[in-house]
């Protein structure tokens, strides 16, 4: 993690530290609108100062035996994501070079030696691997403050699934976090946050532990699970057969995700033309695009999944497969006529 992204995450916890950071002041604007960004980019510069000096005073770092670093109230990722085979390039990299950007955790009170926690798990579980210990700064941080902290950790990683966040927002609420910490730690407004805990509410855990994190599969079709889900009633028994196939459990978790829509998905009585219609392209457990029919016209998205020599390779095809469509067609129109008569 690059120096710059490690100030973004020191944000919330250096405001009220008691160091001011001089700024020139803003010019006077009209605008009610101008004048709260110029403060939010004021605010900014302040704590990024602040966050520069804290990472330049080596008193405030201190190394830990992992041992002693125990895991977040709330847990944010599925199984698997601090397995060694998820961290081979961090671990290479804190091998060759050390753990150059430090952690964060907080004292755990009543259990004297012993901290918590709030970002760096990914170092922390590299720190493990490599029998090192881990580097971090301790701050005293409420629960309300190491949770907003440890969102905005995985808001500079952009990379947790959607589904995960739901999962984290649910984990929050479940735990007794108030509805604006957990827009808070995840950054977003109480519409999304509601539509998260409304879609995590959905499925069981035992069927999203099996799905996994699907790294791939955005909030739309998990929405769409969602809907198909509520809609049939033995959904849950389907899924947890779908899962339990051995077919199945070696696909990525983005193929199981698949494998379980096309299970719990009615079959399609609508015509192909109604609108706002959405059809999955799968093979083999993998979605390889999704069809979405409309009024303004039919449209074809191929999958992250799909390499771009495939792509070419049907574009190459498509010219012959529709001149074979053509000729399908006149064929059985030809047949309806002589059938007709």
């Known amino acids: 993690m690059s120096r710059k992204d490690s100030k973004g995450m020191f944000?919330?916890?250096?405001?009220?530290?008691?160091?001011?950071?001089?700024t020139p002041p803003l010019a006077t604007s009209p605008s009610p609108h101008l004048l709260k960004v110029a403060a939010g980019v004021r605010q900014l510069q302040e704590r990024g100062e602040l966050a520069d000096k804290l990472l330049r005073n080596a008193d405030h770092i201190i190394e830990l035996d992992v041992d002693v670093v125990l895991p977040s109230q709330i847990r944010d990722r599925f199984d698997g994501a601090y397995e060694a085979d998820r961290l081979q390039d961090l671990v290479q990299s804190m091998?060759?070079?050390?753990?150059?950007?430090?952690?964060?955790?907080?004292?755990?009170d009543g259990e004297g030696g012993k901290f918590q926690i709030v970002f760096g798990r990914r170092r922390l579980a590299a720190a493990k691997l490599l029998g090192i210990k881990f580097r971090a700064i301790v701050r005293d941080l409420s629960d309300e403050q190491a949770i907003v902290i440890q969102g905005e950790e995985n808001a500079n990683r952009d990379d947790l699934s959607f589904i995960e966040k739901c999962v984290f927002a649910l984990s929050q609420e479940e735990a007794g976090f108030k509805r604006e910490v957990i827009c808070a730690s995840l950054a977003t407004g109480k519409s999304h946050v509601s539509e998260m805990l409304q879609v995590a509410r959905s499925f069981p855990k035992a069927v999203l532990a099996g799905i996994g994190a699907a790294p791939e599969t955005?909030?739309?079709?998990?929405?769409?699970?969602?809907?198909?889900?509520s809609a049939n009633a033995d959904a849950a028994g389907i899924a947890e057969r779908v899962l339990a196939e051995p077919d199945v459990q070696p696909l990525s978790s983005d193929s199981r995700f698949a494998a379980v829509l096309s299970a719990v998905s009615p079959a399609n009585k609508a015509s192909p033309h109604a609108a706002d219609l959405v059809q999955d392209v799968v093979s083999k457990g993998l979605t390889l695009a999704v069809v979405n029919y409309a009024k303004s016209g039919t449209k074809l998205t191929?999958?992250?999944a799909v390499p771009d020599d495939f792509?070419?390779?049907l574009l190459s095809r498509i010219e012959g497969l529709h001149e074979e469509y053509l000729g399908k067609s006149h064929k059985a129109e030809s047949q309806s006529k002589r059938e007709a008569r």
């Open 11 to 22: 944000a919330n916890l250096l405001v009220g530290l008691g160091q001011e950071a001089s």
């Open 311 to 313: 792509v070419q390779y």
């Open 302 to 304: 191929f999958t992250k």
């Open 95 to 108: 091998r060759e070079h050390g753990q150059t950007t430090p952690g964060l955790v907080r004292p755990i």
């Open 218 to 229: 955005g909030r739309r079709r998990w929405v769409q699970l969602a809907e198909r889900w």
